[in-house]
Every structure is written in C-alpha cells, then in structure tokens.
C-alpha cells in the first residue's frame, strides 16, 4: 500500500517571501500522480498543483511549483510571493496511474500561516 | 452547475442515533467517494463507487454504510453513531475512468457525536 508523509505539520512564512512544504511518498508502482491540495478555513478541498510521475519536468502554476524526485519518492510544494489567501491547510496526495478506484491517498497536512 | 454538494453542513447527534449524509453531483460522474477528515490524520477513504448500482470499501468502512442508487446520488449511512465517528466528511466524484480525471470535493459535512 502507498504512503505519503509530510513531517512538518505547521510552517509559517512572511508575506511576499518563498515557503517550500515537504513531501514524501513510498510505493512501488513505477507510473503514478502526485497532487498538493489547499483547503483554506472554508473546508473546501482546491486542487493546486499535480505531477505525473513519468513527466520528468517538474509542474508549476503561476506561483506554485513542485520540485518532484523520483528517485528520492520526494514532492515538495513551493510558495513564491506569498499571500495572505496562501494561508491554508496544505495536503499532500498519492494516486496510482491506473486501478480500479482511482482512490487518493492523503498525507496528514502542513498548516500554513502567512504573517503580514 | 452546483458541482458536488452536501447536505446537511453540520450535524449534531447522540450516541446510537443514525443518519444519512447526501451527496449530489450534477456532473454525470461515474465514480463517487466517501472521506473522513480527522485532525492530524488528512483525509482517508471511508466508501466509494465505480457506477451506479456498485460500491465498495475503502481504508476504513467499519461503522458505514452506503448506497448508490442513483448515478448523481451516494449516501453514506450511521446506522448507530458513536463518539469517534465525530469527524468531517467529505464527498468526492471523477468522471470515470481514466488516469487523468480529477476528483472534485464537495464543501464537507462537519459531525459531532456526543
């Protein structure tokens, strides 16, 4: 079974500054997805950023960007230009390439808070 | 287009008392989830569904059930609450198979048991 650790249960950042949020995952599949998930206090569940495990070019989005190891089954999250609204519970998520379910398997969460 | 949706957003039952949560997805999806959010646990699978009429268990199912009678629809049932099902539960749908679907959440049901 697939696991995804994030050890850093809380991380704080000045605003307009760059945060990196860890992320590590074991599995033995060779084809996979990887995906951070931002839930502000709403509760609602925002897909920020995704990677395929076979596309060695790592993903970014706007300010978001992933730094993806393969080898090292490691994903972190990069902040740029921190904001205010960045504030948030980040989520760290797994899934196989293929399957029957497509299920997500979460890490259990980096809280991050933005001081002005 | 309403999305996935919840109903209720919160709840508030006694030990052994039971409830349904509904979720509603107006996106002709194939594949619906069931999740709990504890604090400092993220989010794990509790129930999901390939296709109306189908479900099947996910990382912790013990204490649920569900139904999927209707493509839109899945609910997710307590047939006997008790004070460690109090938790956030999230409802999820994809369109079907194929890797690069997305899951789409909807906006949680906060439980208490008391």
């Known amino acids: 079974a697939q696991t995804v650790t994030q050890s850093q249960p809380e991380m704080s950042v000045q605003e307009a500054e760059t945060v990196t949020l860890s992320c590590t995952y074991d599995t033995s599949e060779s084809d996979y997805y990887l995906f951070w998930y931002k839930q502000p206090p709403s509760r609602q569940m925002i897909l920020v950023i995704r990677q395929e495990a076979y596309k060695q070019q790592n993903a970014t989005e706007n300010r978001f960007s992933v730094n993806f190891q393969k080898a090292a089954k490691s994903f972190s999250l990069k902040i740029s230009d921190s904001q205010l609204g960045d504030a948030a519970m980040y989520f760290c998520a797994y899934r196989s390439y293929g399957g029957s379910n497509y299920k997500l398997t979460f890490g259990k969460g980096t809280l991050l808070t933005v001081n002005p | 287009n309403a999305g996935v949706t919840q109903t209720p957003k919160f709840r508030v039952l006694k030990t052994g008392q039971s409830m349904t949560l509904l979720c509603a997805q107006d996106?002709?999806?194939?594949?619906m989830y069931w999740y709990r959010q504890d604090p400092g646990m993220g989010l794990r699978l509790i129930h999901y569904s390939v296709g109306e009429g189908t479900t099947a268990k996910g990382e912790v199912p013990d204490g649920y059930n569900v139904s999927r009678l209707k493509k839109q629809n899945f609910l997710l049932g307590l047939e006997s609450a008790a004070p460690s099902q109090t938790s956030v539960y999230f409802c999820a749908s994809r369109q079907g198979q194929g890797s690069t679907y997305e899951q789409y959440f909807g906006p949680g049901t906060r439980l208490t048991v008391t």
């Open positions: 996106m002709n999806h194939e594949y």
